[in-house]
Structure formats: structure tokens, C-alpha cells
């Protein structure tokens, strides 16, 4: 079973999911907000709150601004543009290290998806322990290659993608000798439909690339991420809020801090409790044997000498005499002892 470490913690199949609350541009360009947010989320039992790192350059071409100049979307007021938005949202240089120092001295891992080489330089720079790439640039190879290069853990969200397309990208870490690679089963659609999840495939990401899988989420709620540990999700990514009603792009479909309380307390339940497919009895079981299960009981008043017939039996707790399921080495067998209406059975009762 492989083995990767995010941080502190040592990630791998069926292993308690380590949560990344993702905060990406919902700090809305306020570096209050995104203090408060990664407060929130650490209170909440996150173990990790990701940005995303890209600048006004470094993500959208001009043609895309220009096609783009009112950022529409039927559910939202936004403030203006999408080039004003970019621009708002982008974190600085500075901004980045301030808040990798706020992350760190509040014990609460920093992580941030690079969306260039120099961002990644960057990254690597202030220190994050694990990168993020996200689902846009699954194809773009150079890019992956150069991030893997840090030779730190690759955080590799499939949305979009092909298992030829995501093979690729891992041979692409391995190429630089990174094989510290843990796949996010993921679907780029902000929410999607449930029956576009496909949770299914976790486990065939897990059986064709023998490696650590995840689950990236873009549902409403907390259902669809606590289902997904059922199949071994070793990490589990959900977009973060404080507010689903502030304007911006993931607000709405992101978890607010009760939501991100409930996928941490409940994922670490449910990953506990799927337990070994061996099938076992545990101790605490062992000892309600005694007090659930029933014992033999004769069904009226008997006589030392009486040999005893199926008529003369019945079963009544507690299941601390003769087992229901002994009653063929006690039918014809003759009584030691008399016994009331009512009274357990046991084996030295009988001759």
C-alpha cells in the first residue's frame, strides 16, 4: 500500500481522508477575510486550506478578457469584469508569505495551486510541503514537470480528463523521479449532477495506477464528500466559505464552516468504521453475548429421572446456560436433577 505524507500526516488508501478546505479566491482579495476563513476552517478540524496562485498575466490571455468583459452569471452580482475581478482576487508575493506565516504560526498546513512555473518557484520558495494541480492543467506536461521537479508530493485533480490523459501526467512526475502522487477523482462542473459522480471510479483510479486516490468536490452539502470515503478516499477537497451569499465565483457552491465541520468529524467516523473485511467479533460484542442470546429452559415442572423431549424445551434469555443451538446433545437425555417451571437448563442438570 502506498504512502505519501501531506505535512504531518500520512495519507494512503482507506486511510482517514486528510481535508483541504479550498479557500482558492473566496477571500475575495480581503487578506481579513482570508485570516478569518483559515481560522474557520481550522476550527472546523481542516487540515489544510489551499489558494490558488496566478496573477492577471499568468492565467487568462487577452483574447479570453476580451470575450469576457462582464462576468455573467444568473445567480450572482458580481462587481465588474472578469479582468477586474482576476486582478482583485491575485495574490501577491507578499500576500502569499503572510499568510504561509499566519498558517503556520496557527498550526494549520498552507497549500496553493500554482497556475505558472514562476507561482510554483514561488510556492516552493516559502515552503508549502505538497502542490496542487489542478484539472485545467492536466495536459499541460511541461508544467507538471517542472512543479515535480521540487520533488514534493502532486496533488492531481482528473477533472476533464482521460485515463490516457492522466497517465501521461503521472509519467510526467515520474519522468523527474517524483512518484510521491496522490490523484483526486474530480468533476469540473460547479455543482455537478449526481448522476455525472461517478464515485465508481475512485476505486478504478485506485486499481489502474496503484496509487493514493482522492475525491475533489463541487456538490452542495456534505453528502456526496462522506460518501466518497466509503471508497477510500484518502483525501477529500472542498471549496470554503464563510458566506455562500458573497459575491464570487465558488461562494455558493462551497461548504460554510457547520458543512466543513460535519465532512471532518464525520469522514474520520465513517473511515473508522469501515474497519477489515475479515469478519470479526468484537470484544465489546463478546460481552453482550451473555445478556442478548438465549439459553435452554424447560417449559414446566420436571422430575429427577424425566427424560427430556423437544416438548419440554424452550429458549429464554440470558444466554448463560445451554446454547438454542446445542438442543440435539440435550432431547433424550435423562434429568439429574428436579427443575421448576421456567428454570435454565444446564449441563449438570442432566445424567
Known amino acids: 500500500m502506498k504512502t505519501i ?14 481535508i483541504i478546505a479550498e479557500i482558492g479566491a473566496n477571500h475575495n482579495g480581503d487578506m481579513e477575510l482570508a485570516k478569518k476563513m483559515i481560522l474557520s476552517a481550522k476550527e472546523a478540524g481542516a ?4 489558494f490558488q496562485s496566478w496573477t492577471p498575466t499568468s492565467l487568462v490571455s487577452k483574447e479570453e478578457y476580451e470575450k469576457n468583459q462582464v462576468y455573467t452569471d444568473s445567480k450572482k452580482k458580481h462587481f465588474g469584469s472578469l479582468q477586474e ?4 482576487y491575485a495574490l501577491t508575493v507578499d500576500q502569499h508569505k503572510e499568510l504561509k506565516t499566519f498558517c503556520d504560526n496557527n498550526e494549520i498546513e498552507f497549500a496553493s495551486s500554482p497556475f505558472s512555473k514562476e507561482e510554483a518557484d514561488l510556492l516552493n520558495e516559502i515552503g508549502v510541503s505538497f502542490f496542487k494541480i489542478a484539472s485545467m492543467d492536466i495536459n499541460y506536461i511541461d508544467f507538471i514537470k517542472h512543479v515535480a521537479s521540487y520533488q514534493k508530493p502532486i496533488v492531481l485533480s482528473t477533472g476533464m480528463s482521460t485515463l490516457s490523459e ?8 515520474y519522468s523527474v523521479g517524483n512518484e510521491q502522487v496522490i ?42 464528500p462522506l460518501a466518497s470515503v466509503v471508497f477510500g478516499s484518502c483525501v477529500i477537497e472542498k471549496h470554503f466559505t464563510l458566506d455562500k451569499d458573497l459575491p464570487g465565483w465558488d ?29 470479526t467479533v468484537s ?30 424445551l424452550t429458549a429464554k434469555r440470558p444466554g448463560t446456560s445451554i446454547q438454542p443451538n446445542e438442543i440435539e446433545y440435550v432431547v433424550g437425555r435423562t434429568l439429574n436433577n428436579d427443575l421448576e417451571d421456567d428454570d435454565l437448563l444446564k449441563w449438570n442438570d442432566l445424567i
Do not use: W
Request: contains cysteine.
Open 283 to 312: 470484544k465489546a460484542e463478546e460481552n453482550k453475548k451473555d445478556k442478548f442470546r438465549r439459553s435452554l429452559v424447560v417449559t414446566k415442572k420436571l422430575k429427577k429421572g424425566h427424560i427430556l423431549t423437544e416438548e419440554d
Open 85 to 88: 475581478m482576476v486582478q482583485k
Open 5 to 18: 505524507k501531506l505535512g504531518n500526516k500520512e495519507v494512503y488508501n482507506f486511510s482517514t481522508p486528510y
Open 166 to 173: 492522466i497517465e501521461n501526467a503521472v509519467n510526467a512526475c
Open 183 to 224: 490523484l483526486l477523482h474530480c468533476i469540473s462542473i460547479y455543482p455537478p449532477e449526481y448522476k455525472d459522480i461517478h464515485l465508481n471510479n475512485i476505486h478504478t483510479l485506485q486499481t489502474v495506477f496503484d496509487l493514493p486516490v482522492g475525491f475533489s468536490d463541487h456538490t452542495m452539502g456534505t453528502s456526496i
Open 47 to 50: 487540515d489544510c486550506v489551499k
Open 251 to 279: 461562494h455558493e457552491i462551497s461548504a460554510n464552516p457547520e458543512e466543513l465541520k460535519v465532512i471532518c468529524s464525520e469522514s474520520k467516523n465513517i473511515s473508522e468504521s469501515l474497519g477489515s473485511k475479515m469478519r
